[in-house]
Nanobody, 119 residues
């Protein structure tokens, strides 16, 4: 079965950096679209970044462009979210999601990892 396991969250000061990881299993990782979302209590889940693991094409939310970088390692079946110049408004639970596997639309989620940006 499809599994997504996020890690790398924590507490960081404003201006700092964190790298999130999402280890995937149970599907053809090299032909998929994976996404990072984030959610703050009381607000809707927000799309942060998306990557096509076949050609590494990425899409970013305007709020994180130039600060966050999503990448993938097909050999490790893992996607990453490198977050630099973090701001307090980046504080959220970050979730990994699989949107597409080969030609099929799917919707699988990890358990989330908390990122807190605070001094």
């Amino acid at each position: 079965q499809v599994q997504l396991v996020e890690s790398g969250g924590g507490l960081v000061q404003p201006g700092g950096s964190l790298r999130l990881s999402c280890a995937a299993s149970g599907f053809t990782f090299s032909s998929a679209v994976l996404r990072w979302y984030r959610q703050v209590p009381g607000k809707e889940r927000e799309l942060v970044a998306s990557i096509d693991t076949f050609d590494s094409r990425t899409i970013y939310a305007d709020s994180v462009k130039g600060r966050f970088t999503m990448s993938r390692d097909n050999a490790k079946k893992t996607v990453y979210l490198q977050m630099n110049s973090l701001k307090s408004e980046d504080t959220a639970v970050y979730y990994c999601n699989v949107l597409r596997i080969s030609a099929f639309r799917v919707d699988y989620w990890g358990q989330g990892t908390q990122v807190t940006v605070s001094s």
